[in-house]
RNA sequence: GGCGCAUUAGUCUAGUUGGCCUAGGACGCCGCCCUCUCAAGGCGGAGAUCGCGGGUUCGAAUCCCGCAUGCGCUACCA
């Protein structure tokens, strides 16, 4: 049985590149029927938050990552972050101190970063020099109860160390170029590369998977999972996510925050589908994968090895065409809340709700993002004001004249249906001798304010002929007006 | 500095063991069609000597070496 975890540390939002690897863990555990587990990933306690904590969950529900074991959910490993898991880090750690796999290290913090300042400035590796390692296990434990801060430290034994990645394969490290590094800090707080084995050891985990950030301090833990007396769990390491001018993505890049896309108003289905496409592919044409086709074929074989490029344009259109795809009712749904957030709606205005039902098929085909359907709609929810460049269509002598009559013909009209208000304008157009795409410009520009609106008879319809015939009023002031 | 990873069109990518690649798909872009505006849709088009230089081979985007560039790690951050 698969078990997978993603591990985020709670120091902000989910950010696009966590949403991928915890994706990318997700699918793997449901493709195998395992399990996945959220662990959050708190040993920097100053940097740690608990909002941050909400935000993560929050996003990772919204993306429909739902997790078998973790916060929220319990499990048989609980707790499911790491404070509250120190006596577990401290056992280890202790362990290795008594083999002789670790030592007290009582250098302080500010001299070795000095010490590796000066080595820098003088061209030598600013590794740990072990000068602690030698001191006599008696003379260290008499140092300790006089009360010397003291670090914990590995004893990285020689030797290479070969990490086997299922994304890039073997990837050698000589145990040289790896120093002692700290496993308990001076205050007996653990250090990510221990918590990080002792809970993926504890919880089972058998696949990491994770961004190749970490691909360099892979050896460091697969030395610890040894010397704990365990084997390690296998590795893949995920391409970084980087933007189009080749650099990690940040904020220079935009949005990069999952909530953000979320209120921008993306489909979670979308992100998802994106997300996927992120470094894995399923063939070499399929583009549009729903989620359970994602599950049916996600396979770490088809991963990438090289950097995944973010592209907002590509991600735009996706969306736009899950929107595309949704029906009536559930875009009526998902628009509802934007339209409130937009203040075009009281939430509790089931009038309006009613009328957003029918408006929302109109604009399926015109909006890439939720939050575009707001200014479309935004006529038939408010008053209209006429967007300046559009005044000019109101005025003149023939405008005027379709304006006029339109007006008379809205009002003789038997039912106020689209196709009634077509039929009706179109013999107007013929009458007046006018292209119906010219006859109708001055109409939608006196109806929707804008010279682009969605399809104008319906509109109308949904407007209803007393404030169609109001906006045809105003328009004919205006122009007047001048 | 050391170690590691990567390098296909403006962009995202396919190309698992070298030949079916005269390099496939998509976004974007351009043109035409459709059309009440804007979209959507249909059809068509431009755009890549597969980072550079060697090598192995009958044959390399695919294997090897070197170089260049980018990124990551090198913390008592995760």
Redesign the pocket.
Known sequence: MLRLRF???P?GYLHVGGARTALFNWLLARRSGGVFILRI????IS?STEEAIEAIIEDMRWLGLDWDEGPEVGGDHWPYR?TGRAALYLEAAHGLLEEGRAYR?????E???ER?ERA?AE?R????DRRCRDIPAEEAAGMEKEGR???L?FLVPEGETVVEDLI??D????NA?I?D??L????G?????L??VVDDLEMRVSHVVRG??????TPKQVLLYRALGAGEPAFAHL????G?D???LSKRHGDVSVGRFREMGFLPEAMVNFLA?????L?????LIDRETLVANFAL???????????D??L???N??YI?ALGDEELARVLMPVMVGAGLIAADDEEARERLQRAAPLIR????VLSDAVPLLAFLFGEVEVVDDSRELLRGDENVSILRETGKRLLELGRFA?SDI?TSL?DMADELSI???KA??PI?VAIAG?????????SMEILGREKCMQRIARALETAREG
Not at 105 to 109: D, T
Not at 283 to 287: F, L, N, P, V
Not at 365 to 368: L, S, T, V
Request: glycine residues 4%; hydrophobic residues 35%.
């Open positions: 591990a985020p540390s120091t990933e708190d040993t920097d940097r790491q290290c009582f250098c302080l913090p001299e070795l970063a590796r820098a061209g590796s600013p590794m740990y801060p003291f670090a430290r890039r394969g990837v050698a490290f000589s170029e120093e590094f700290v308990l800090r001076n205050d707080s653990p250090t990510y590369n918590a990080v190749d950030d970490h691909l360099p301090n391409p970084m996510i980087v189009q080749g650099k990690p496409l992120l470094g894995w592919s063939d070499d044409s399929t583009t074989e088809r991963v990438s090895s090289k950097p995944a490029v973010w592209d344009d590509k735009t259109w996706m736009a065409q595309m085909e015109r909006i890439k689209s077509e179109r292209k119906a795409r109708f410009q939608r804008s010279k682009v609106s969605p399809p104008l008879f319906e």
